[in-house]
């Protein structure tokens, strides 16, 4: 396990190593570097009476596009606390770096973590390489797809198996359209799917709606699907439904 995570580890040096070359090689193309954008979502609920519950949901991006290189790191947190007793915690982080190779064609590494013990996963974590497609990229709408093949690796917190290593491919979807000036539609989707095992595959979709109130401050609404088809255990559920209302900061 402990190679497994370094190999990980190794890998996704490497291709950080080979993104802070590429830039150095191409900053000469830009006469201003662009610089880091943050992005922080805060959601909390909490309720006392008959029933005590709390639910707090987080995330933080940080992005930066140049000319050629673009670099994307996310960080997620979801926690549900019902009378002192907890019935949700998944947290995860994903780094993705992507190289402009013609116009709108892109290749890229990505490699992800995530805990997610109430749906049967002590830890997943997985990375590799693929290559994307800008179809759309106008000032009203973006629509970018990736393909990629991933090296996954899952410890089961439940079932009779302890742990699953396999290679999978994985298909993601990300669309924003500015409806109105103040008024996002975004919808962010993937599809991740064994080679070894087809019936092991997960589905997830985050629908959001955001509405600025000036440059940094918005509020948002959404609606997250995580589906895995082939759980750990059969007393877990396939699918987890998440409805969320956050303040967002960008700046």
């Not at 987080?58 to 019935?87: H, M, Q």
């Not at 997960?202 to 440059?215: C, G, Q, R, Y």
Request: net charge negative.
């Amino acid at each position: 396990m402990c190679n497994k995570v370094v190999a990980g580890l190794a890998v996704w040096g490497m291709i950080t190593a080979l993104s802070l070359t590429a830039q150095a090689r191409t900053g000469a193309e830009a006469t201003e570097a662009p610089q880091w954008k943050v992005r922080a979502e805060l959601s909390y609920t909490s309720s006392s009476g008959n029933t005590d519950s709390e639910t707090l949901a987080g995330k933080l991006a940080l992005k930066r596009e140049e000319i050629r290189n673009r670099y994307y790191f996310n960080g997620s947190v979801f926690r549900t606390e019902n009378d002192n007793d907890e019935t949700a915690n998944k947290w995860g982080t994903e780094g993705r770096y992507e190289r402009v190779i013609h116009e709108r064609l892109f290749g890229f590494g990505d490699a992800y973590y995530i805990r997610d013990k109430f749906s049967g996963y002590r830890y997943r974590y997985g990375f590799g390489p693929g290559v994307g497609y800008d179809i759309v990229s106008t000032d009203a709408q973006s629509l970018k797809s990736r393909i990629s093949l991933i090296y996954s690796y899952d410890r089961y917190s439940e079932g009779t198996e302890k742990s699953n290593d396999y290679l999978a491919g994985k298909v993601d979807i990300n669309y924003e359209w500015h409806i109105m000036e103040h008024l996002i539609f975004r919808e962010d989707a993937y599809y991740h799917v064994s080679f070894d095992d087809s019936d092991v595959y997960f589905l997830n979709s985050e629908t959001a709606l955001e509405v600025k109130i000036n440059d940094a401050v918005s509020l948002g609404l959404s609606y997250i699907i995580a589906y895995q088809n082939k759980p750990p255990s059969p007393e877990i559920d396939d699918t987890d439904r998440i409805f969320l209302t956050s303040l967002i900061i960008d700046f």
